[in-house]
């Protein structure tokens, strides 16, 4: 019996390879990967020689050797594949956003705590060593009261690499790939909004391309935040307090630098700090030692915050017209 726990990966796309290729950097054991072909299971198991292959999810949750399974479909399959492998008693990280809406995460998250199982949100930003600093400068109060986020990300995703994008029944649009790390970035900073108000533009398919959103706080905060997918952004996030401010360089979502500016514009801290990988290693790392230490949820993105940012985004999309069928 291998005491290292177990990863099993549902899901062959991009971002499960990415995440497999921290897992392995950073010593994780990846047991399985799941796939709805026999082929695509074998195609990605032996690039990145993972031993036990299935050619469904369900064979992949009941693989004994699977601990933990790490949810990679498409945002409409997040609930069901979650659901399976919670029944089949494994444990889950799940890709971001988290579901499609806040009511399918208010079910992952009962079902998960009647079981007694570790679920967390897959924002694998939040556990970052930049943002870790710049949580810590926040809490610390560095630039005292938080008071304003301002924050981009625009990507140029053209048609032909992510027709997903373009299909409501895939969870499709900006808000749920791009705009989710805007909402989390915000509910880090200031908790759950008061007061949303969105606009969009929508393409003929219904979902939204272009996205700003304005989200409101019982402290009389404010974040002003857009994402899009039909030209490439600054994708650059300033925190604003009452005695300074925080600058985050491109791409502010992944490991990268930052200033801290006091409240006349001086340069208190230039933050600079390579890591290997992507850095989703450090997400796997907190869920990993959450289990072993028997912690039920993450205090970094506990259940109960995915939930909230469901609901916001639920709101967002409420406001702008996209429906999912």
Same mark, same amino acid.
């Given at each position: 019996?291998?005491?290292?726990?177990?990863?099993?990966?549902? &899901?062959?796309?991009?971002?499960?390879?990415?995440?497999?290729?921290?897992?392995?950097?950073?010593?994780?054991?990846?047991?399985?990967?799941?796939?709805?072909?026999?082929?695509?299971?074998?195609?990605?198991?032996?690039?990145?020689?993972?031993?036990?292959?299935?050619?469904?999810?369900?064979?992949?949750?009941?693989?004994?050797?699977?601990?933990?399974?790490?949810?990679?479909?498409?945002?409409?399959?997040?609930?069901?594949?979650?659901?399976?492998?919670?029944?089949?008693?494994?444990?889950?990280?799940?890709?971001?956003?988290?579901?499609?809406?806040?009511?399918?995460?208010?079910?992952?998250?009962?079902?998960?705590?009647?079981?007694?199982?570790?679920?967390?949100?897959?924002?694998?930003?939040?556990?970052?060593?930049?943002?870790?600093?710049?949580?810590?400068?926040?809490?610390?109060?560095?630039?005292?009261?938080?008071?304003?986020?301002?924050?981009?990300?625009?990507?140029?995703?053209?048609?032909?690499?992510?027709?997903?994008?373009?299909?409501?029944?895939?969870?499709?649009? =900006?808000?749920?790939?791009?705009?989710?790390?805007?909402?989390?970035?915000?509910?880090? *900073?200031? &908790?759950?909004?008061?007061?949303?108000?969105?606009?969009?533009?929508? $393409?003929?398919?219904?979902?939204? !391309?272009?996205? =700003?959103? *304005?989200?409101?706080?019982?402290? &009389?905060?404010?974040?002003?935040?857009?994402?899009?997918?039909?030209?490439?952004?600054?994708?650059?996030?300033?925190?604003?307090?009452?005695?300074?401010?925080?600058?985050?360089?491109?791409?502010?979502?992944?490991?990268?630098?930052? $200033?801290?500016?006091?409240?006349?514009?001086?340069?208190?801290?230039?933050?600079?700090?390579?890591? !290997?990988?992507?850095?989703?290693?450090?997400?796997?790392?907190?869920?990993?030692?959450?289990?072993?230490?028997?912690?039920?949820?993450?205090? *970094?993105?506990?259940?109960?915050?995915?939930?909230?940012?469901?609901?916001?985004?639920?709101?967002? +999309? +409420?406001?702008?017209?996209?429906?999912?069928?």
């Amino acid at each position: 019996m291998n005491d290292k726990l177990g990863w099993g990966v549902i &899901g062959t796309g991009r971002i499960a390879a990415l995440q497999v290729q921290d897992l392995k950097a950073a010593g994780c054991r990846v047991a399985a990967v799941g796939s709805r072909q026999q082929a695509g299971a074998e195609d990605f198991a032996e690039r990145f020689g993972i031993p036990n292959r299935h050619g469904s999810y369900e064979a992949l949750v009941a693989d004994p050797e699977v601990d933990i399974v790490y949810v990679a479909t498409p945002h409409s399959f997040h609930a069901a594949n979650a659901h399976i492998a919670i029944e089949a008693g494994k444990h889950l990280l799940i890709e971001k956003a988290f579901t499609i809406t806040a009511e399918q995460a208010q079910g992952i998250a009962a079902a998960a705590r009647k079981k007694g199982l570790f679920v967390m949100e897959a924002m694998w930003t939040r556990f970052l060593p930049s943002m870790n600093r710049v949580m810590a400068l926040i809490h610390e109060g560095a630039i005292g009261t938080p008071r304003v986020l301002l924050a981009d990300h625009n990507q140029y995703i053209p048609l032909s690499k992510a027709l997903r994008l373009h299909d409501p029944a895939l969870g499709g649009g =900006a808000l749920l790939d791009l705009g989710v790390y805007l909402i989390s970035f915000a509910s880090s *900073i200031f &908790g759950r909004p008061k007061a949303v108000t969105a606009r969009a533009t929508l $393409t003929e398919q219904g979902v939204d !391309e272009l996205t =700003a959103v *304005i989200l409101e706080y019982d402290s &009389g905060a404010q974040a002003s935040l857009h994402c899009g997918f039909l030209a490439a952004g600054p994708n650059t996030a300033s925190i604003v307090g009452s005695e300074g401010r925080i600058d985050i360089e491109a791409v502010w979502y992944n490991q990268t630098g930052f $200033t801290l500016y006091d409240a006349a514009g001086a340069v208190v801290e230039q933050y600079s700090q390579e890591i !290997e990988g992507r850095g989703m290693q450090f997400q796997a790392l907190e869920v990993e030692r959450c289990i072993h230490a028997g912690i039920a949820e993450s205090s *970094i993105m506990p259940l109960s915050e995915s939930i909230e940012i469901m609901e916001t985004m639920d709101e967002i +999309r +409420r406001q702008v017209g996209v429906v999912y069928p």
